[in-house]
């Protein structure tokens, strides 16, 4: 009886103790850049949903879209807005693909863009893997509370973006909205909901729609 009663309040003791340890990680993760790449090893996949909030000086009201995004590491992303207009933007093994709606469904997109919309996949697999610190096109700042700034490392290239504020998670490893500073009343606000770590996500999900 007396083992028993020993043994019981020590479990309770260790997940007391467990519990206390885990508020205390998902409390500091953020607080340096070792910590913030820490927390984003340990995540092999995401998948999410997302609002997508567009501001500009001209609209009444924000436009909104909304979809999915799906990651595993190293580089395969699929973003995917499902409404108003759905779209795709698959990265996987160094290549780009662009699908878009039209009357006779989707269609592969083509052009120019495609190597602009590169880098910006790249920078978006980049952020889920918790490497701010080697952007080719930002500058990372951490802040307190949370909160990574990114800045244009090229003057040109601020004139299109003057700024990207991510706000960090509770949960270790995880965003919870991307802003997108075009000019001081202009922005693109991404928030992302319901996501989920470490599945198992099939490779064809990044290879086609």
Request: with cysteine; glycine share 6%; charged share 25%.
């Given at each position: 009886?007396?083992f028993d009663?020993i043994?019981?309040q020590c479990?309770?003791?260790?997940g007391?103790?467990?519990i206390?340890?885990?508020l205390?990680?998902c409390?500091?993760?953020?607080?340096?850049w070792?910590?913030i790449?820490s927390?984003?090893?340990?995540?092999?996949?995401?998948?999410a949903?997302?609002?997508?909030?567009?501001?500009?000086?001209?609209?009444?009201?924000?436009l909104?879209?909304?979809g999915?995004?799906?990651?595993?590491?190293?580089?395969?992303?699929r973003w995917e807005?499902?409404?108003?207009?759905?779209?795709?933007l698959?990265m996987?093994?160094?290549?780009?693909?662009?699908?878009?709606?039209?009357?006779?469904?989707?269609k592969?997109?083509?052009?120019?863009s495609?190597?602009a919309?590169?880098f910006v996949?790249?920078e978006i697999?980049?952020w889920?893997?918790?490497?701010?610190?080697?952007?080719?096109?930002?500058?990372a700042?951490?802040?307190s509370?949370?909160?990574?700034?990114?800045l244009?490392?090229?003057?040109s290239?601020?004139k299109v973006?003057?700024k990207i504020?991510?706000?960090?998670?509770?949960?270790?490893g995880?965003i919870d909205?991307?802003?997108?500073y075009?000019?001081a009343q202009?922005?693109t606000?991404?928030t992302f909901?319901?996501?989920v770590?470490?599945?198992?996500?099939?490779?064809n999900?990044?290879?086609?729609?």
């Open positions: 009886m007396v009663y043994s019981t479990i309770r003791s260790l007391l103790l467990g206390v340890l885990s205390c990680f409390m500091g993760w953020a607080d340096s070792d910590g790449r927390a984003a090893d340990r995540i092999e996949s995401i998948s949903e997302f609002v997508q909030e567009k501001q500009l000086p001209i609209l009444a009201r924000p909104i879209s909304t999915t995004l799906h990651f595993r590491k190293p580089e395969s992303l807005y499902h409404h108003p207009v759905r779209n795709i698959l996987h093994r160094g290549s780009i693909q662009r699908y878009r709606e039209s009357e006779e469904g989707l592969v997109q083509t052009g120019g495609l190597q919309m590169q996949m790249a697999a980049n889920f893997k918790g490497r701010f610190d080697i952007s080719q096109m930002f500058t700042r951490l802040e509370n949370r909160k990574i700034v990114l244009p490392k090229e003057a290239f601020g973006i003057q504020e991510l706000q960090l998670a509770d949960r270790p995880l909205t991307v802003t997108i075009e000019s202009s922005f606000r991404l909901k319901n996501a770590l470490n599945i198992d996500i099939p490779e999900l990044f290879k086609g729609a």
